[in-house]
Each structure stands twice: as C-alpha cells, then as structure tokens.
C-alpha cells in the first residue's frame, strides 16, 4: 500500500502531481494541476468513481477552464506509484476510450479529457447498466457455448461451470 501523502510525478510530463480532496467520494486524488491536467488514481480509487457519477462533476469541475501542457499520449508511461510499465487499455465496454492501465498495483492514469470521454458514453447510470447487461448476457452465452463443446468431448466437470461463474463474478465486480 503507497504512502497517500507521498507528491507523485505525472508519467506524462514530469510535473508533481497535487492531492486534491473529492469531497462527494471523500479521496484524495492525484492531478497533475501545474502541467497536463492527467489524473492518476490508485484501484480502490476508480472504483469508487464508477459507482456515482456526481463525483466525476466535481473532478471535472477542477479541471475546468484551466490550460494544461499538451502531452504525446503514444508514449508508454511507468507507473508513478510503483514504477511499472503501464499498458493501454479500454476504460469500459464501449471500447471508445484507451486509459493507461498498471497491472502490478492497479493504477489507471487519465489524460486531461479522458474522464470527460468516459463520462459522456452514456447519458445516464441507466444506458449504462443496460448496455452491461447486455454485455453480460452475451459473455455468459459465450463461456456456456463452450462449456457445452466440453461437455460433448466428455472434458467437463464441476471446475468448467465454477470458472463460468467466477469470470462472471469478475466482471460484475469490475462492471467491465
Ligand atoms: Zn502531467
Ligand atoms: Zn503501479
């Protein structure tokens, strides 16, 4: 577990990132406020986020009318909590918006305007659980496809139908 008051360097411009309190989700997050306007949180942290948007106003409202550093954002970043490589990746299931993941502590780095992208692929929390259930729904048809292909080789067992349910599990939890 990081220390949360240690200044972070921003792995797209080298500035020290501020702690900023988001009173509505009650964490302090990273920003990078004197140079790109990258947001880095750790996993507990977009967690939280995903499950309210009224929070994502108020980071955005941080973020609002100010000018930032433009960034080359094809460059691989290092992770600015553990040192990491981090790797790009979709942020939910629209596949729209590309977010730079770190696998090893589970840090996610936004560039200035990829929350906004996040925040306007649906208008509401409710196109958004509609859109997951769909997802869902196709996934477990899916794994139960091949489970059945399974079955008809004689290769299943008890372990096939509880790897179903914890790759289900998986993506409830994560909502991704
Ligand atoms: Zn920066
Ligand atoms: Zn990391």
Redesign the pocket.
């Known amino acids: 577990m990081r220390d949360s008051n240690e200044v972070l360097i ?1 792995p ?2 080298g ?1 020290e990132m501020q702690k900023v309190y988001i009173a509505n989700s009650e964490l302090y997050l990273d920003i ?1 406020l004197q ?2 306007g ?1 947001i880095f949180f750790d996993n507990r942290e977009f967690e939280k986020l995903d499950e309210q948007s009224e929070n994502i106003d108020e980071i955005l409202n941080i973020l609002d009318n100010k000018n930032f550093i433009n ?1 080359d954002q094809t460059v691989q970043r290092s992770c600015p909590s553990c040192g990491s490589l981090m790797v790009k990746n979709f942020a939910s299931i629209k596949h729209e918006v590309e977010i730079d993941c770190c696998y090893i502590c589970g840090g996610k780095f936004l560039d200035n305007g990829e929350l906004m992208k996040i925040r306007e692929q649906y208008k509401t929390e409710q196109d958004r659980s509609e859109d997951f259930n769909k997802y869902l729904l196709s996934f477990i048809k899916t794994e139960m496809d091949a489970l059945e292909i399974e079955r008809i080789k004689g290769e299943t067992n008890r372990s096939g139908l509880k790897r179903v349910f914890d790759k289900c599990f998986e993506k409830i939890r994560k909502k991704f």
Do not use: I
């Open positions: 921003c797209a411009c500035h990078c140079g790109c990258g960034v």
